[in-house]
């Protein structure tokens, strides 16, 4: 039996934070493992911090959301949202087990070709495409979704240059009962707008309106806005069928599913509130179906699901490098990964477990990163066990916008390391290094010397 770590006594300031209904007890046993390697050989060989991807979660998230569907819906196809998690490596597992690919860039639009998306399977959203980007992807016959008047005139000019048919869907903003609306993307449904831009589409000679999408929000918690959205989007489609005679080929509810993480300021935790994905299923599915289509018309249902699908399939490992007190008696420990690599510690209470076995005495922290700033807070109050210098850490449910949305700031970006389903580690992104940063600056020859 190993000796059991001893802790020195300590007298500790009672400082009353905010009580959930489990006290202030901390709940974790120690990660020494992820899919059964040890966190810390992970780091040992790749460095610490470094982003961890379990392959094996990946695939059951997406195997288990597309049931939920496919059980429900006879026609059912999802597009990997390539701004939640662009590694190609993680986009190459989604498409390997069908899922097409949704762009909100030509950045990404050039990732999903490049990773061999056919690009008729590249649904191309967002407010900036140039008319460049555009005319790519008339040219590709990819699915362009329109989000405002400016581009739909632009596409009607260079389709009419180019005398070649657009495949457009339009993105539809709409009051689902969540406020505030987002309305900045898209057509409104209620003011009439969505209406107006299909008429004009639809006296366009160069268009065929092939669908109908919305993205009505994210990390959405109401299954019900989802039964509004879809009842919506099937209204008008109906519509369509009523005035045109045209059948609309696809009706694309967007993402926005929660993942099992926990909102700052969330009375429970994440997993214990958050619906899964065949409560949204349900909610869609059964609002299509009772629309009023007729059983060989219903259209092809398509999801671009991102968080709920990667976020728990993501680990980010650390290390502690200091511990130290503040003016006012709080334990601050400090860790080699900050906001620069991890987000989206903005908006959740990321869920942090120790490595290593710890000893029993506990203690309200506060979890700083690396950075010399002072907003770079990881956790502004956790229950944990002392943490040391040198220990090891897990950061949970970090799949998601992280390796998308972090930044070069102060520090370099880490390695990530897929853990394939044998339990094989592969490094899918090297880390940064002085070299690949520099490369991409240019110092003019006046400014190349000094003296001091
Ligand atoms: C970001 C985005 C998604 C994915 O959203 P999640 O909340 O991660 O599921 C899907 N569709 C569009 C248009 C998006 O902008």
């Known amino acids: 039996m190993t000796k ?40 040992r060989n790749y460095g610490s911090p470094c982003f961890v991807i379990s392959e094996k979660q990946i695939r059951k998230n997406y195997q288990q959301a597309v049931r939920a569907f496919k059980t429900r819906y006879p026609k059912v196809q999802f597009a990997w949202s390539y701004k939640t998690n662009y590694i190609s490596a993680v986009c190459n597992i989604f498409h390997q087990e069908g899922s097409w690919a949704e762009v909100v860039s030509i950045f990404e639009y050039q990732k999903a070709i490049q990773n061999g998306v056919p690009p008729t399977k590249i649904i ?57 609306i987002w309305d900045r993307f898209g057509f409104n449904y209620e003011s009439g707008q969505a209406w107006n831009a299909v008429t004009k589409i639809m006296a366009g000679e160069y268009f065929e309106l092939v669908g109908l999408h919305c993205h009505i929000g994210t990390f959405m918690l109401s299954t019900n806005a989802y039964a509004v959205a879809a009842s919506k989007l099937s209204e008008l489609a109906l519509a369509i069928r009523n005035q045109y005679g045209k059948l609309i080929q696809y009706l694309d509810l967007g993402g926005g599913f929660p993942s099992t993480n926990t909102l700052k300021g969330a009375y429970l935790p994440g997993a214990d509130t958050v619906p899964p994905v065949a409560d949204f299923a349900e909610a869609i599915t059964t609002t299509i179906l009772n629309a009023g289509f007729k059983t060989d018309e219903l259209p092809l249902l398509i999801l671009e699901s991102g968080r709920v699908l990667i976020d728990d399939a993501g680990y980010l490992l650390g290390s502690v490098i200091a511990n130290k007190r503040l003016s ?41 990163g690396p950075l010399c700033m002072n907003i770079d807070v990881i956790r502004e109050s956790v229950n944990l ?46 880390n940064e290094t002085i070299e690949t940063i520099e490369a991409l600056e240019q110092v003019p020859d006046y400014l190349k010397k000094f003296q001091l």
């Open 385 to 430: 066990p002392l943490l040391h210098k040198g220990d090891q850490v897990v950061v949970h449910k970090v799949g998601a916008y992280n390796m998308t949305q972090w930044m070069q700031f102060i520090q370099m970006r880490p390695k990530v390391v897929l853990i394939d389903s044998q339990g094989i580690t592969h490094v899918i992104r090297n």
């Open 328 to 368: 006012d008696g709080r334990r601050a420990t400090i860790m080699d990964f900050g906001v620069n690599i991890l987000f989206t510690s903005f908006w959740y209470d990321h869920k942090i477990t120790p490595a290593q076995e710890f000893s029993h005495q506990n203690e309200d922290m506060v979890l700083f």
């Open 124 to 180: 191309f959203n967002g407010p900036d495409k140039s008319n460049a980007d555009l005319k790519l992807a008339v040219e590709n016959n990819s699915l362009i979704h329109i989000d405002h008047f400016d581009e739909l005139y632009e596409l009607a000019e260079l389709t009419t240059q180019l005398k070649k048919k657009a495949r457009v869907a339009i993105r539809v903003n709409m009051d689902t009962g969540i406020y505030p």
């Open 4 to 43: 059991l770590k001893y802790e020195r006594p300590v007298i500790k300031r009672l400082n009353a934070g905010l009580m959930n209904k489990f006290g202030t007890r901390t709940e974790y046993a120690p990660v020494t493992h992820i899919e059964g390697v040890s966190v810390r050989e992970l780091i």
